[in-house]
Each structure stands twice: as structure tokens, then as C-alpha cells.
């Protein structure tokens, strides 16, 4: 199994973005996707996560700007950001609970990191 988080780039503040995290190889059920981000000097933060039911959190800094959602048929989920500050500015990684088959223990997975860079 692999993630692979992408969608990344250079925006002005108060653009937009949109990161998709897609899973690959054997999967049978994906019990939930995080999105956490890690700013230079900074320790890694959680953003948002959705669970297999479709229950979503985020970190109160990013509440109202940023949508987490996910298409099961794809195995993808994506961080629809919003309004987007300076103090955004980090690479945004993914990580999901995975297993591969009915019988298989869920593993932890985590995707590879896409930077966001707000600036003007």
C-alpha cells in the first residue's frame, strides 16, 4: 500500500488550493484520513481528519477555511483549503489506517509530504 499526497504549490494569501491524498495497491477498507503539516522549525501539527463514516475534525486555526472529504471508489481523499494565511505555510502530509483485506489488522500508513507556500 502507498499513499501519495500531492496538490501542492505557491499561492498568494487568501487563494486556494486543493491536496488529494491517494492510496494504491491492496486495500479493502480505509478507516480514516489525516492531513497534519510540519512548518520549518516547527513540530508536526494535526489539520483535519475524516473517518470511514464521514466524520470530520480540524484544528481550530484552519476551521472554516479548510474541507476535508474523501470518494471511497477512489480510495482518495483531498483538503480543500481556503482563504489561505502565511502561517500556512508547511508541508502538508497525509496518513491513513488501512488494511488489506477482511481479516487483515489495520497498519498505519503515511504519504509523502507536499509543500504549501503562502506568500505574496
Known amino acids: 500500500v502507498q499513499l501519495q499526497a500531492s496538490g501542492g504549490g505557491l499561492v498568494q494569501p487568501g487563494g486556494s488550493l486543493r491536496l488529494s491524498c491517494a492510496a494504491s495497491g491492496s486495500i479493502f477498507d480505509i478507516n480514516f484520513t489525516r492531513w497534519y503539516r510540519q512548518a520549518p522549525g516547527k513540530q508536526r501539527e494535526f489539520v483535519a481528519i475524516?473517518?470511514?463514516?464521514?466524520?470530520?475534525m480540524y484544528t481550530d486555526s484552519v476551521k472554516g477555511r479548510f474541507t476535508i472529504s474523501k470518494d471511497n471508489a477512489k480510495n482518495t481523499a483531498w483538503l480543500q483549503m481556503d482563504n489561505l494565511r502565511p502561517e500556512d505555510t508547511a508541508v502538508y502530509l497525509c496518513?491513513?489506517?488501512?488494511?488489506?483485506?477482511?481479516?487483515?489488522?489495520?497498519?498505519?500508513?503515511w504519504g509523502q509530504g507536499t509543500l504549501v507556500t503562502v506568500s505574496s
Open positions: 496518513n491513513a489506517g488501512i488494511r488489506g483485506s477482511r481479516y487483515s489488522s489495520w497498519e498505519n500508513y
Open positions: 475524516i473517518t470511514s463514516g464521514g466524520t470530520t
